[in-house]
């Protein structure tokens, strides 16, 4: 079974600033995805950022960017420019490919979330 | 197009009742899931469904069951409340490939 693992529980960053969320994850698998999800007080799930296995390049999603480095299962979130809205949980999750011929079914495997603090 | 809607919002059940948490889609997606999430943690998934008629348990499906009848919809039923079911539930759908869309949680309080 795949695990997650976010060895952050908070973290915090002045606004304007760089910070970078750290994620590892365990597998046998050599196809999957990757994301980061953040969690506002709303509890509202909003995909941040997602990332393809086979993919050597890096994802950016404007201020989102992330180093992924697929021999050590590293998964790094880095957030430019940080803004007062960007405070809020952050999850990393894995999703095995569905097609595998596992059971997974493209089920979501969680971190344990890290909390953003944004000091303006 | 909605998304993904979940109801209710919030709810309170005492020891021993039971419910049904709606979920609805029209994204028109084949996967269907229900997560829990418990304070302070990640999502751990309950069930799931790859199309109508098709589920089957996730992590923790202990004290819930779900069925699917249409593509649209995929109940969660809580029997027998328990306060350990105390947490947020999530439905997310998706295709085959690619991310998860989630709905806007239910809070569920057992006391």
């Known amino acids: 079974a795949q695990t997650v693992t976010q060895s952050q529980p908070e973290m915090s960053v002045q606004e304007a600033e760089t910070v970078t969320l750290s994620c590892t994850y365990d597998t046998s698998e050599s196809d999957y995805y990757l994301f980061w999800y953040k969690q506002p007080p709303s509890r509202q799930m909003i995909l941040v950022i997602r990332?393809?296995?086979?993919?050597?390049q890096n994802a950016t999603e404007n201020r989102f960017s992330v180093n992924f480095q697929k021999a050590a299962k590293s998964f790094s979130l880095k957030i430019s420019d940080s803004q007062l809205g960007d405070a809020a949980m952050y999850f990393c999750?894995?999703?095995?490919?569905?097609?595998?011929?596992?059971?997974?079914?493209?089920?979501?495997?969680f971190g344990q979330g890290t909390i953003l603090t944004v000091h303006p | 197009n909605a998304g993904v809607t979940q109801t209710p919002k919030f709810r309170i059940l005492k020891i021993g009742q039971s419910m049904t948490l709606q979920c609805t889609q029209d994204m028109n997606h084949n996967y269907m899931y229900w997560y829990r999430q418990d304070p302070g943690m990640g999502l751990k998934l309950i069930y799931y469904?790859?199309?109508?008629?098709?589920?089957d348990k996730g992590e923790v499906p202990n004290g819930y069951n779900v069925s699917r009848s249409t593509t649209e919809d995929f109940p969660l039923r809580l029997e027998l409340a328990a306060p350990s079911q105390t947490s947020v539930y999530f439905c997310a759908t998706g295709q085959n490939f690619g991310e998860q869309y989630f709905g806007p949680g239910t809070r569920l309080t057992v006391t």
């Open positions: 469904s790859v199309g109508a008629g098709i589920t």
């Open positions: 999750a894995y999703r095995s490919e569905p097609n595998a011929g596992g059971t997974s079914y493209g089920k979501l495997t």
């Open positions: 990332q393809e296995a086979y993919k050597q």
